[in-house]
């Protein structure tokens, strides 16, 4: 989906067509490459469809309210630091929509140990926007090229955008895109082979798992380089191995190994044996399968009740739950269900 420069419009756009649901409306308009980048969805309004766009434009506002963590009042200028970003190019990331559902993200930069350039931040941005508009979406595998998974941010650029303002502008844009991804209606996974180090071991914690090859290392180096992380890691990490774990993650810069990955709640699964790419990458995938398996809008749907709760206060994220759950209720996948004899042995 090409980017529209302005985040809250995209944003919100970007819920409703995952709601499954095109419209035209004041304060906000779908563009044409929107619409045909979730034409799947696009419908005409019946009453009904009028009702569930009430509940659901609900549900997005709640959401829209978290999901934009800068917007364009709070003075960031998305633009501004894109066109600075875009000034250190190199490496790609890459994105491939299987058919199965299960899509598959790769930072690209080997040559660098698939350190993030200024290019690929922008890069991971674009491809975020793709995913949110990918109704058939059902999960995600983020992975490193060439058996390695990401050195962080690429030290050239750091050390010529290394002014504070400029700083803190790159950090703003890289909370958004994380954000957004752990957001994404799917079940994502960092299949971590190799270093996750800095940046790229922020990058491990916007995914909702982390699988780790053996001798693999996740390390938050950002100590060693005088810095903290800025990416929204610490955030995550103290809600995925709590503040105890999270402080002598930091505080000691530990190289977390599988085992203590395992141990600290930071994994939740390590890969056996074979080290070939392409086995590790099957193994994340059959791991991944066991929850994506089913139709989508129910898979969908249970990543943004979970979302919510994580998120949104108790009666907001009830309230959600409550709107997600009326748009599944009576729906195909339930039907089909009811007119069987079911029963859960
Ligand atoms: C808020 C974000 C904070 C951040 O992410 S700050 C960045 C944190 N990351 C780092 O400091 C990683 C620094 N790199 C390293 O420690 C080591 O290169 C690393 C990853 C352990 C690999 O070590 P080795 O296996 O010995 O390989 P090597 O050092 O020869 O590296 C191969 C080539 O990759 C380059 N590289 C690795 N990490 C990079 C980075 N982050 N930015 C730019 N270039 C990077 C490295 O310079 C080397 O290039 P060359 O072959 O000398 O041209």
Known sequence: MPSCGCHSKMQLTGILVNLGICFRGKGFMVTPQQISAGADSVMVLSAAKWHLLR?????????????????????????????????FPGGSVDLVKQDSGIAVLTVNNPSRMNAFSGSMMVELEERVGQLEGWMEGKGLVVQGAAGTFCSGSDLNAVRAISSPQDGVKMCMFMQNTLTRLLRLPLFSVALVEGRAL???????TACDFRLMSPGSV??????????????????????????QNALRMLGGSLKVDPEMGLQTGLADGVLEGSPAEACAFLQAERWLTCYTQGPAPVIRAIKKVV???????????????????GTLWGGPANLQVLASKTKHK
């Open 218 to 243: 996740i390390q938050f180096v950002h100590k060693h380089m005088g810095l903290v992380p800025g990416w929204g890691g610490a955030t995550r990490l103290v809600g995925i191995v709590g503040s």
């Open 307 to 325: 979302m919510s709760g994580r998120e949104l206060p108790l009666e907001a994220s009830l309230r959600a739950e409550r709107d997600v759950f």
């Open 55 to 87: 509940r659901s434009v609900t549900w997005g506002r709640i959401l829209l309210r978290h999901e934009s963590i800068y917007p364009p009042s709070s003075g960031f200028e998305e633009e501004e630091i894109r066109e600075k970003l875009l000034a």
């Open 198 to 204: 800095g940046g790229g071991a922020e990058l491990t």
